[in-house]
């Protein structure tokens, strides 16, 4: 009902566009053609009785008399009045001042019957421009005839018109200034007709575009909520542990993601992952691994979990393009045992850090095997880590240590580790928005290029068997 409506709104509007664009066009001729050449008809009229009073007061009766009169006529609107000319009946030239361009009119081009008013005119091109040559009658009274000694008396002798004809050329910019501010208007009014008009059709012709558009801004923010939805809450109750999380995407939609949950044996796993490339391609992808590793029993040994890890490979390798390829940590907290398993398959190696005295430990976790979905018989191999009570564990995208000023400068894990450093002893979630913070601070108002994912774990307390065997560790340790 809606579309309708829209469709109705853009017809009626073309409609109106089009009546104010003919409007308008109609409006500017009329001022352009038939006002300015009625003004110029008016003055011709105005400047031809000036002759023919100036011709009564000084007593001529002859055109060829005129000479003085009709070139005070010219030097008084010099800008005005190109040429002016009288002729007789027969259509020569009596007398002229100013330079004339073509033939006179013919007197027969004037209506019938002339009553001083009537005129004809044409548009001429002169080197000075275009000018209106209009032509009038010319009434200048004849002398009176001898006096033949017959007379009726009190009766004078008739005194009766000559056809002669005066032809006055006029610049047509002179009485176009009188409409300048008119025109302009009307230019401008004609200009914004166009412009709707114009829109209109934009409209009409990128509507189905728009529409598609919504329905894919629809689906992307519907692609967004499934996703949000697949991932567990920032802040998830694990026993145990204390977890915080953060993901946000650098489009509506992104190709990191994260996962927490536990088994029935007390087992937790930790997942983290990084699918290249960003927007609904990645995101499909995203779905297809959250709910790989959720299927998986790779929580049960280190054989499980490499074979799982061998398995998922495959899966990206046969069922998407080349250049779908994800980066993958996956390991799971074991209480009983005190210690961390995983597989690192090509992802920016995970910290765990722990305080040894007054200085913090970070050993960086490493063992695994290549990014998932490239390489088809790529190997994969369990790494173990013990931990202890108040150990953190910290899982990050290359969103965090990547993002960049605007200065082009990189977040970089130096700053990183500075806020572990200066936020240690705090809950995770405080260090999670600690770092989600300065990272946004960092970026400005720059637009973040790829997707932010963050995981802060703290081993919350201790398995009462504080004597259970510790796998041997897989990692690099160092001192922050």
């Not at 109609?26 to 011709?44: D, F, H, K, N, P």
């Not at 029935?264 to 927007?279: I, M, N």
């Amino acid at each position: 009902m809606r579309k309708i409506w829209f469709h109705l709104l853009l017809a009626v509007g073309s409609l109106l566009g089009l009546v104010l664009l003919v409007q308008s066009i109609a409006t500017y001729y009329q001022v352009s053609r038939i006002l300015v050449t009625a003004e110029l008809r008016r003055q011709a009229l105005q400047q031809t009785a000036m002759i023919e009073r100036d011709s009564q007061r000084l007593g001529i009766r002859e055109p060829d008399e005129l000479g003085p009169v009709l070139k005070d006529i010219r030097e008084e609107e010099p800008l005005k009045i190109a040429w002016i000319r009288v002729i007789d009946i027969a259509g020569n030239t009596l007398i002229q001042d100013g330079s004339p361009v073509g033939l006179p009119i013919k007197p027969e081009r004037l209506p019938r019957p002339t009553d001083g008013t009537s005129s004809t005119s044409q548009i001429r091109n002169t080197e000075h421009g275009k000018v209106q040559v209009t032509l009038l009658q010319l009434r200048l009274a004849r002398r009176r005839p001898p006096d033949s000694g017959v007379r009726e008396p009190g009766r004078r002798s008739p005194v009766r018109p000559v056809p002669w004809f005066i032809e006055i050329a006029q610049y047509r910019d002179s009485a176009a200034t009188a409409f300048g501010r008119l025109r302009s208007d009307l230019f401008v009014s004609s200009l914004a007709a166009l412009g709707l008009v114009g829109s209109m059709l934009v409209l009409w012709l990128r509507f189905p575009h728009y529409v598609r558009g919504k329905q894919l801004e629809r689906q992307t923010e519907l692609a967004r909520q499934v996703q949000k939805d697949l991932l567990p809450p920032a802040d998830v109750a694990l026993e145990s542990l204390d977890f915080a999380a953060e993901c946000d995407p650098a489009q509506q939609v992104g190709g990191d993601f994260y996962d927490a949950f536990s088994d029935d044996e007390g087992r937790t796993a930790l997942v983290l992952g990084d699918v290249s490339g960003k927007g609904l391609p990645a995101a499909v992808v995203v779905g297809l691994l959250l709910g790989a590793v959720r299927a998986s029993g790779w929580m049960c040994g280190s054989a499980e979990h490499e074979s799982a890890s061998r398995r998922l490979n495959q899966l990206l390798r046969t069922r998407t393009s080349i250049e779908r390829f994800a980066s993958l940590f996956w390991g799971y907290y074991d209480r009983t045992a005190q210690a961390l398993h995983y597989v690192n398959a090509g992802h920016l190696p995970p910290m765990l850090v722990r305080r040894n005295g007054g200085e913090l430990k970070i050993e960086r976790l490493t063992e695994g095997g290549p990014v998932l979905g490239l390489l088809k018989d790529a190997d994969y191999r369990q790494g173990h880590a013990a931990v202890r009570p108040g150990d953190l564990f910290l899982l990050y995208s290359d969103g965090v240590v990547e993002a960049e000023s605007a200065s082009g400068e990189q977040f970089d894990e130096a700053r990183l580790l500075g806020v572990l450093r200066g936020h240690w002893d705090r809950p995770a979630a405080a260090i999670r928005d600690e770092i989600v913070r300065q990272v946004r601070e960092f970026l400005d108002k720059n637009q973040a290029q790829d997707d932010l994912t963050l995981v802060v774990v703290r081993i919350a307390s201790p398995h009462v068997n504080d004597h259970a065997q510790i796998p041997e560790r897989a990692g690099l340790m160092e001192v922050l």
